[in-house]
């Protein structure tokens, strides 16, 4: 029966370190859903108006990445693999866009205030990672 309070102790301690990550997960702000960044961020409507654009550019530069790498991915299944040049230019493509991507969140955060900066980094933005091989060719 002494047991018992260490039992508990220890069932309670590993419930919290299992909840309390996915409670936070739920309050992560993602840049995309322009409402929660809006109200997290405290923007005024010029800032939110420039926050909405460059967001749907950063859309539209995802897309096009998506776009891009279904054709390829495409390719490769009806084995009609790109060239070596056509790789790096695939490449260069993707380091590009995400290079864009970059620039347009460092001019969203170039209109906040020091406070908003601090929440900012806090915020999920969307990204373009490097382009790997197994991302058009599989494993």
Known sequence: ??????????????????????????????????????????????????????????????????KIIAELKKRVENDDEPGFFEKISVKRGRDGRASDIEDLLE?????????????FEKIEKPELKGLSKEEIFGK
């Open 107 to 119: 001019e969203i955060e170039d209109k906040l205030t020091d406070e908003q900066k601090v929440k």
């Open 1 to 66: 029966m002494k047991d018992y309070p260490m039992k508990l102790k220890q069932i309670a301690f590993a419930l919290f370190f299992l909840f309390v990550p996915l409670m936070s997960a739920q309050n992560k702000v993602s840049l995309t859903n322009l409402e929660k960044t809006k109200e997290y961020l405290s923007l005024s409507e010029k800032q939110y108006e420039l926050v909405k654009q460059n967001v749907k550019k950063i859309n539209a530069i995802l897309e096009e990445d998506k």
